[in-house]
């Protein structure tokens, strides 16, 4: 299992399950082209480049390498680091058939091919840095960020004063917080925004 500060983009929720096998991290999917569209999800990759860096792992097909430079040419700051996976011939076991060049995308990758792929790109763990005093759900919720009458408008304030997408659900927001600070950072923060202080 390889620990990582920084977010890996794939491509899809299968990818996704796949990659949760082999890295602690957060992964974000872009429901393959539907990234073209997807301001928020476009918005929340470039802070995390900016922030954390992000590692860019897509199918080595066609389609793949489309969505791949879609999200380069997208994203203008920070640190993007590519991970390629081998073309093997096959076809996923979810799947009827196989994809339109034949090969296996990230879901059908075995563990260790996954971790060969991401050693060969120099990734190892890093998260030797990351907040030692992890954010919980339970924090949230003492903060009034979940469970409250005014929740969704005090997390759309702290989303706007971090200057983080609007749409993020409260797990997506507790993710990317995690990334940022500390728990008593959080706390400072919701201090300012409940004393008008976040102008």
């Given at each position: 299992m390889?620990?990582?500060?920084?977010?890996?983009?794939?491509e899809g929720?299968?990818?996704?399950?796949?990659l949760s096998?082999?890295?602690?991290g957060?992964?974000?999917?872009?429901?393959?082209?539907?990234i073209?569209?997807d301001?928020?999800?476009?918005?929340?990759?470039?802070f995390?480049?900016?922030?954390?860096g992000?590692?860019?792992l897509?199918d080595?097909?066609?389609?793949g390498f489309i969505?791949?430079n879609?999200?380069?040419?997208?994203?203008?700051?920070?640190?993007?680091?590519?991970?390629y996976?081998?073309?093997?011939?096959?076809?996923?076991?979810r799947?009827?058939?196989?994809?339109?060049?034949?090969?296996?995308?990230?879901e059908?990758?075995?563990k260790?091919?996954l971790?060969?792929?991401?050693?060969?790109?120099?990734?190892t763990?890093s998260?030797?840095?990351?907040?030692?005093?992890p954010i919980?759900?339970?924090d949230?919720?003492?903060?009034?960020?979940?469970?409250?009458k005014?929740?969704g408008?005090?997390?759309?304030?702290?989303?706007?004063?971090?200057?983080?997408p609007?749409l993020?659900?409260?797990?997506?927001m507790?993710e990317?917080?995690n990334?940022?600070?500390?728990?008593?950072?959080?706390?400072?923060t919701?201090?300012?925004?409940e004393?008008g202080?976040?102008?």
């Open positions: 390889i620990k990582l500060r920084q977010a890996v983009i794939v929720k299968y990818d996704k399950i796949r096998s082999v890295i602690d957060v992964i974000i999917v872009t429901n393959g082209f539907g073209f569209k301001k928020e999800k476009l918005a929340l990759i470039r995390y480049a900016e922030k954390t992000i590692i860019i897509t080595s097909d066609r389609a969505i791949r879609h999200i380069k040419g997208a994203v203008k700051k920070g640190s993007i680091q590519n991970v996976i081998p073309e093997i011939l096959g076809k996923e076991r799947k009827v058939k196989p994809s339109a060049e034949g090969t296996l995308g990230v059908g990758m075995d260790e091919i971790l060969k792929a991401f050693k060969k790109a120099g990734i763990s998260n030797t840095d990351a907040p030692k005093d919980s759900k339970t949230l919720f003492e903060l009034g960020l979940s469970g409250g005014n929740s408008e005090l997390r759309r304030r702290l989303l706007s004063f971090l200057e983080l609007s993020l659900s409260a797990n997506s507790l990317v917080l990334t940022m600070m500390t728990t008593e950072e959080l706390r400072e919701m201090n300012k925004i004393t202080e976040e102008g």
